[in-house]
């Protein structure tokens, strides 16, 4: 059971690159959300999706897009990379949109240049 | 909008202490609360999930308890060992989850 899986691990990007951020669940969880965590700000989420096809905002999605078309997948694409994203990134998932505990993934180290 | 502060920021104990990690939330209308470790430059490990109908989980030597009309909970640890050493995030649900910046632990052998 592999839980919650985020590729790569650790990325370099060039202000203005774009890129997407991989993050694939296998335990048929609906409800799916991506965070950034940074020093002194702890854990802010960007978006979310209560399942297949339904995607919403959370506190910072500015920059950021995601889309849900399969239960398993919810990349998060960086448009135009700017300094300002670098952190690093957390996809989780969980039983339901209410009573389910959450289950991250190992995390994605990203630097923009 | 729902916040989640953690008390303390920081705490260094010698080992085999007892050790209670606090955390607080202003909106009581919570699903449930979760409290997750984090090792330094890694991700984030559930360790106790209360519902919001639940007052207390247990397992191992961690105790969680949720007032959640206080909105309250705490995190306590029996005979603490080096190897707790880590950053202890507490997370609410409601509409979605929001976290706490965070206990930092330091177990001294």
Same mark, same amino acid.
């Given at each position: 059971?592999?839980?919650v899986?985020?590729?790569p691990? *650790?990325?370099?990007?060039?202000?203005?690159q774009?890129m +997407?951020l991989?993050?694939?669940?296998?335990?048929?969880? %609906?409800?799916?959300?991506?965070?950034?965590?940074?020093?002194?700000?702890?854990?802010?989420?960007?978006?979310?999706?209560?399942?297949?096809?339904?995607?919403?905002?959370g506190e910072? @999605?500015?920059?950021?897009?995601?889309?849900?078309? +399969?239960t %398993?997948?919810? @990349?998060l694409r960086?448009?135009?990379?700017?300094?300002?994203?670098?952190?690093v990134? *957390?996809?989780?998932?969980?039983?339901?949109?209410s009573g389910?505990?959450?289950? *991250?993934?190992?995390?994605t180290?990203?630097?923009?240049? | 909008?729902?916040?989640? $502060?953690?008390?303390?920021?920081?705490l260094?104990?010698?080992?085999?202490?007892?050790?209670?990690? #606090?955390?607080?939330?202003? /909106?009581?209308?919570? =699903?449930?609360?979760?409290?997750?470790?984090? &090792?330094?430059?890694k991700?984030? $490990?559930s360790?106790?999930?209360?519902q919001?109908?639940q007052?207390?989980? $247990?397992?191992?030597?961690l #105790?969680?308890?949720? /007032?959640?009309?206080?909105?309250?909970?705490?995190? =306590?640890?029996?005979?603490?060992?080096?190897? &707790?050493?880590? $950053?202890?995030?507490?997370?609410?649900? &409601? #509409? /979605?989850?929001?976290?706490?910046?965070?206990?930092?632990?330091?177990?001294?052998?």
């Amino acid at each position: 059971n592999a839980g919650v899986t985020q590729t790569p691990k *650790f990325q370099v990007l060039k202000t203005g690159q774009s890129m +997407t951020l991989q993050c694939a669940q296998d335990m048929n969880h %609906e409800y799916m959300s991506w965070y950034r965590q940074d020093p002194g700000m702890g854990l802010r989420l960007i978006h979310y999706s209560v399942g297949a096809g339904i995607t919403d905002q959370g506190e910072v @999605p500015n920059g950021y897009n995601v889309s849900r078309s +399969t239960t %398993e997948d919810f @990349p998060l694409r960086l448009l135009s990379a700017a300094p300002s994203q670098t952190s690093v990134y *957390f996809c989780a998932s969980s039983y339901g949109d209410s009573g389910g505990g959450y289950t *991250f993934g190992s995390g994605t180290r990203l630097t923009v240049v | 909008k729902q916040e989640v $502060t953690q008390i303390p920021a920081a705490l260094s104990v010698p080992e085999g202490e007892n050790l209670v990690l #606090n955390c607080s939330f202003t /909106d009581s209308a919570i =699903y449930n609360l979760q409290w997750f470790r984090q &090792d330094p430059g890694k991700g984030l $490990t559930s360790l106790l999930l209360i519902q919001s109908s639940q007052r207390e989980q $247990t397992s191992g030597r961690l #105790n969680a308890s949720l /007032d959640k009309s206080s909105g309250r909970s705490t995190l =306590y640890i029996a005979a603490s060992q080096p190897g &707790d050493s880590a $950053t202890y995030l507490c997370a609410v649900r &409601d #509409n /979605d989850m929001r976290f706490g910046a965070g206990t930092r632990l330091t177990v001294k052998p």
